[in-house]
């Protein structure tokens, strides 16, 4: 199976997710609940040494993803966040779960980037 | 002699504590955080069983000197709650036998859950009653109404929905049932059942206080969910202070965010959720997020004040509702001319003076909504388009007329039926009509006219949203009319959105008030993760295509 194939999965698993839209430490421990029970594998609060830690590292064929879950975020400093991220050779692409309406540049640091809407879930 | 701490004595409906030494007062406020924290040596309780049994028990740790009436009292009030608790536990147990009830019609009978609403009820004299669209609430309340008691009633509903109540009431009982007419009173004729419309509660208003109506029941009671800031509201309140059986149903009483229940249960036990300054201060995150919705469900279920049942509690089959989330590409020359007059607007809500930032920013937010709305309506009509070439019928949600336009412009050929705010009750019950009797395929609904709307189950299991409401409940009261007995397909919602415009920050807002009213209604529940599933309409497109080509051919 194709990398972009797996990631597409594990978008469309993310997308359908329903978690707590306002706290946020609860959101995470929800998602990787869910992770661990679709058999995802990931790892929570990943190291990325100077850039900070990512809450969680998700490997999907091979591919690193970042994946970064955020209730409220600040679309700058979240980006900046990000942009650290991106820098890592352990990360190979980003993704960002969030709660307020945004959009992120295709590529970050030439490395593929999208936003999840955490409201979507619910509908 | 034990050491006492303080004395407790009886005044009329009150508990007064006096003397309480600085130690014992501090305990006392930890335990009572109700107890005003400036008060000091004297303290009031109201003397219900309730505040008895939790008295009882901080004077085991603290006794105080009382009168052997006033301890007889106040033990008398402890058993009460406890067997007041132990008699409420009995009713929620499965193998609970209910008393038989006359006054059916033949044929008809009170469902084994719905008993344990009615005798809960009966027990708690408040409740909310959450239980799932389609397991018969109305029946709940017609049943309680069967227990001498209650009677005579008042029962308030939205304004489309007081005939059904009066068939299904004389349908299913013998009760006798009295429709109000007008906002002036008059001398009411004798009945079992007074039904109100919401909006008539305010003219009836003062003849509430004279305890005439034992009991009131609301119908989709998160109506009164602005509490006493609408003529309603304090028209409502009176009636119930002056009830004595309170019963409110809805299956979504919190339309928008969790603060609102304390609202809803101002007119069904004002006690339990305390003043609105406790409220805030024990439950709140900000002035309407509660900061945690799940304990505040579980207390209101301890409480037993709310009552709720899913399809799958009491046992009925029901497959999950498909909700497939599309990406519509929006014309983008609609949102740029917005974008001009936002701008401008954008520029009042920084600099101009309170007032008009105010009112700009509104204008902003539904101008936003507005121009949304339209510049994808193109694209709604052409997906509407695919499911109606295949003979699909089609519910349509949306919520300006000009998108209604469009839709109407470009699906002239299906002849739609129309069921908005622009219809008079006559021309909405032909569209149904038509709709149901399968004239046409596709009925055009706006999202805040279908509440309570029966008969279209029999015909549709689509439906698509092409437009979003603020409220997550309105989109479910929307499936609602499809999803319900005598549904027999599985249900496909497709909400379609931009990208731009207003939607991508109203989904979050609905994912925030979605997740707090979860919380509180289904506490404990184990999240689950959306339904989706887009292979039927994958086919259907594939199916439409392929005909297109083939007429090309041709």
């Given at each position: 199976m194709s990398h972009t194939y797996q990631i597409g999965q594990l978008i469309d698993f993310l997308q359908r997710q329903r978690l707590d839209a306002v706290r946020e430490k609860r959101a995470q421990a929800q998602?990787?609940?869910a992770l661990t029970a679709e058999g995802w594998s990931f790892k929570r609060e990943y190291p990325l040494g100077e850039q900070g830690v990512v809450d969680f590292l998700v490997e999907v064929g091979g591919c690193r993803v970042a994946l970064e879950?955020?209730?409220?975020?600040?679309?700058?400093?979240?980006?900046?966040?990000?942009?650290?991220?991106?820098?890592?050779?352990?990360?190979?692409?980003?993704?960002?779960?969030?709660?307020?309406?945004?959009?992120?540049?295709?590529?970050?640091h030439g490395k593929p980037a999208g936003v999840i809407s955490l409201g979507g879930g619910w509908l | 002699m034990t050491k006492t701490y303080g004395s407790l004595a009886r005044e009329g409906d009150l508990w007064r504590m006096g003397d309480v030494p600085p130690h014992v007062a501090?305990?006392?406020?930890?335990?009572?955080?109700?107890?005003?924290?400036?008060?000091?040596?004297?303290?009031?309780?109201?003397?219900?069983?309730?505040?008895?049994?939790?008295?009882?028990?901080?004077?085991?740790?603290?006794?105080?000197?009382?009168?052997?009436?006033?301890?007889?009292?106040?033990?008398?009030?402890?058993?009460?709650?406890?067997?007041?608790?132990a008699a409420m536990e009995a009713i929620l147990r499965p193998d609970y036998r209910p008393a038989e009830r006359l006054g059916l019609r033949e044929g008809q009978v009170i469902r084994h859950y719905q008993a344990q609403a009615i005798d809960l009820t009966l027990a708690r004299k408040a409740l909310l009653l959450g239980d799932d669209v389609g397991l018969g609430k109305t029946y709940s309340a017609a049943g309680l109404m069967l227990d001498k008691r209650t009677l005579p009633a008042a029962v308030v509903v939205e304004t489309h929905l007081q005939r059904q109540w009066e068939q299904k009431l004389t349908e299913f009982t013998t009760l006798t049932v009295h429709r109000i007419r007008g906002t002036k009173p008059y001398d009411l004729p004798p009945a079992d059942v007074y039904l109100f419309k919401y909006s008539q509660l305010l003219g009836w208003i003062d003849t509430f206080e004279d305890g005439f109506f034992k009991t009131v029941a609301y119908d989709e009671v998160q109506q009164l969910?602005?509490?006493?800031?609408?003529?309603?509201?304090?028209?409502?309140?009176?009636?119930?202070?002056?009830?004595?059986?309170?019963?409110?149903?809805?299956?979504?009483?919190?339309?928008?965010?969790?603060?609102?229940?304390?609202?809803?249960?101002?007119?069904?036990?004002?006690?339990?959720?305390?003043?609105?300054?406790?409220?805030?201060?024990?439950?709140?995150?900000?002035?309407?997020?509660?900061?945690?919705?799940?304990?505040?469900?579980?207390?209101?279920?301890?409480?037993?004040?709310?009552?709720?049942?899913?399809?799958?509690?009491?046992?009925?089959?029901?497959?999950?509702?498909?909700?497939?989330v599309e990406q519509i590409e929006p014309?983008?020359?609609?949102?740029?001319?917005?974008?001009?007059?936002?701008?401008?607007?954008?520029?009042?809500?920084?600099?101009?003076?309170?007032?008009e930032r105010g009112?700009?920013?509104?204008?902003?937010?539904?101008?936003?909504?507005?121009?949304?709305?339209?510049?994808?309506?193109?694209?709604?009509?052409?997906?509407?388009?695919?499911?109606?070439?295949?003979?699909?019928?089609?519910?349509?949600?949306?919520?300006?007329?000009?998108?209604?336009?469009?839709?109407?412009?470009e699906l002239r050929e299906f002849a739609p039926a129309m069921y908005t705010g622009s219809e008079s009750d006559a021309q909405k019950a032909e569209s149904k009509r038509?709709?149901?009797?399968?004239?046409?395929?596709?009925?055009?609904?706006?999202?805040?006219?279908?509440?309570?709307?029966?008969?279209?189950?029999?015909?549709?299991?689509?439906?698509?949203?092409?437009?979003?409401?603020?409220?997550?409940?309105?989109?479910?009261?929307?499936?609602?009319?499809?999803d319900r007995e005598g549904q027999l397909e599985s249900i496909t919602a497709a909400y379609l959105n931009t990208d731009d415009g207003a939607d991508p920050p109203m989904v979050e807002i609905l994912g925030v008030k979605s997740s707090q009213s979860t919380g509180i209604v289904d506490p404990g529940?184990?999240?689950?993760?959306?339904?989706?599933?887009?292979?039927?309409?994958?086919?259907?497109?594939e199916q439409f295509l392929s005909s297109k080509k083939r007429q090309k051919a041709a």
């Open positions: 998602l990787s609940d879950l955020k209730a409220k975020a600040q679309r700058m400093r979240i980006y900046r966040q990000l942009e650290r991220y991106a820098e890592h050779p352990d990360v190979d692409c980003l993704l960002l779960l969030t709660g307020t309406a945004m959009a992120l540049p295709a590529t970050i | 501090i305990r006392l406020k930890q335990l009572f955080p109700r107890v005003p924290k400036w008060q000091t040596g004297t303290f009031t309780f109201p003397a219900d069983a309730a505040h008895g049994a939790d008295l009882s028990w901080f004077l085991m740790r603290y006794p105080m000197a009382m009168s052997l009436d006033d301890r007889i009292s106040l033990d008398g009030e402890r058993q009460q709650f406890e067997s007041d608790r969910r602005t509490g006493l800031n609408s003529g309603k509201g304090q028209a409502a309140k009176r009636l119930s202070d002056a009830a004595e059986y309170r019963l409110g149903l809805s299956a979504t009483p919190i339309y928008n965010y969790g603060a609102e229940i304390w609202n809803i249960m101002l007119f069904l036990d004002d006690s339990v959720l305390g003043t609105w300054n406790d409220f805030q201060r024990e439950w709140l995150a900000d002035d309407r997020q509660v900061a945690d919705p799940e304990a505040l469900g579980s207390y209101l279920r301890e409480q037993n004040v709310m009552l709720r049942r899913t399809k799958r509690d009491v046992g009925q089959q029901v497959p999950p509702i498909n909700t497939i014309d983008s020359s609609t949102l740029k001319s917005v974008e001009d007059l936002a701008r401008q607007l954008a520029l009042k809500t920084t600099t101009g003076t309170f007032m009112r700009a920013g509104r204008e902003l937010d539904l101008l936003m909504r507005h121009a949304t709305g339209v510049s994808k309506a193109l694209n709604v009509a052409r997906y509407v388009r695919i499911l109606l070439e295949a003979g699909v019928p089609v519910l349509l949600a949306g919520w300006h007329r000009d998108v209604y336009d469009i839709w109407l412009r038509r709709f149901v009797e399968g004239e046409t395929n596709l009925l055009i609904i706006s999202l805040r006219s279908g509440a309570g709307l029966d008969g279209l189950q029999y015909r549709c299991s689509t439906v698509v949203f092409g437009e979003l409401d603020w409220s997550p409940k309105v989109h479910e009261q929307i499936i609602g009319r499809l529940r184990q999240l689950q993760a959306r339904h989706s599933d887009k292979s039927r309409i994958q086919a259907l497109a």
